[in-house]
């Protein structure tokens, strides 16, 4: 169907005023007067609709009639004029009814409540809103890759069905063929049965996997979706998210820290150039002065702390947290956007989290307690990134899975690594949903997601 992109048409206006244009699109509002009618028309592409004009001494009412229905879908030709208030409009000479829309369509006001649009999220996407979140969705997701491979890194693609647990959280999806009901006595001839001939699971991160791709190819990154049966229903979990791993050997827990910051900087920077429109839409529709945030973050220095600093932070702040704090403890989300949103009101590294509630393959510190771990914090949201550099001492590497009950014969693979030509290597896992919302202000991680799954809703 030989038509121009609304986008297009805004970007290069000049090019085409004067001529005759087709532009395709949905009809997001209507008006009537008594000698013109207006249609605004969104075909995607930008976030601005298009004005067409239906000047009623020229085109006979008749002929486009069914064009003014909310949801609608068009085809209209007509001459593209430039015009004070819009910027461009369309003189419409043709229209063309491609779908149309009855009155039960639920996107019939202008504004609906997220909520609201959560019902249907099959629709969500023609609303100005979601369709300014898949944009910046869509332009992070190509920065991630860009800043990866200008950098020397190699895109991985490790396996979603898995047989190991990573984070040794045991939140994992289990992934089967056996029919609901078995005759099984035991839980290994029920698991021997199934379609692996053993247990499988959906994974959630790709860094083991990573980790064997980076010890031959240097540095590498992972990026696609990992799922996790958190019953936590929050505004920042879902089951299904996409996650980005980047791997890279030769490279300590300061190198990686180094990387991440620099990496987290280009991203924005990345996004406010090329999405200014979505930028400046969130800026006043999700979290004011979003645009100033960003700009800060770009410009200036993450903070440092470590966690028994942060602890000692926390205890003198005066606060009521729910779960209080001690040295040991884990910190929960009110600590973390705390140290990040009232103490530093920045982005936050809290490296050298005691061993005992990190997971096993992080590198042990001198200190016998803490490993080289690190989460980065940010206002909003708490924990975007988590970090480390890794065991690379197999000893090490053994007692740390040895102490967490961990089956050895299950990671001979992983153990492997620390055995041939082992080297000091790190990386990070950044969850895309959640820096999203940090670049958009969106509250809710269900708006960042096209069907988003969470713990009893799918
Ligand atoms: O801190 P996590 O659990 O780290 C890992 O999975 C490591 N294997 C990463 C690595 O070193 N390669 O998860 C990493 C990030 C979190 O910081 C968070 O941004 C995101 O993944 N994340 C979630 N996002 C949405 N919903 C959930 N349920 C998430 N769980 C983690
Ligand atoms: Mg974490």
Known sequence: MKHTDIKELFYDGEKYVGGSVIVCGWVRTWRDSKSISFIELNDGTCLKNLQLVFDKEKISEESYKEALVVGSALKAEGEFIASERNGYELVVKNVEVLGSCPQDYPLQKKHHTLEFLRTIPHLRPRTKYFEAVFAVRSRLSYAIHK???EHGYKYVHTPLITGSDCEGAGEMFRVTTMPWKNDCKTEEEYFSRDFFGRRANLTVSGQLEGEMAAMGLGKIYTFGPTFRAEHSNTTRHAAEFWQIEPEVCFADIHDIIEIAEDFIKYIIKDVVENCPSEIEYFNERAEKGLSEKLANVISSDFAKITYTEAV??????????????????????????????EYYKKPVFVVDYPADIKAFYMKQNADGSTVAATDLLV??????????????????????????NMPLEAYTEYLDLRKYGTVPHSGFGLGLERILMYITGVQNIRDTLLFPRTVGSL
């Open 379 to 404: 206002p909003g949201i708490g924990e975007i990134i988590g970090c480390s550099e890794r065991e690379a001492d197999i000893e090490k590497l053994k007692a740390a899975m040895e102490k967490r």
């Open 312 to 341: 000692e932070v926390l205890k003198k702040s005066g606060k009521e947290f729910k779960f209080p704090v001690e040295w040991g403890c884990d910190l929960q989300t009110e600590h973390e956007r705390y140290l990040t949103e």
């Open 147 to 149: 800043y990866f491979q």
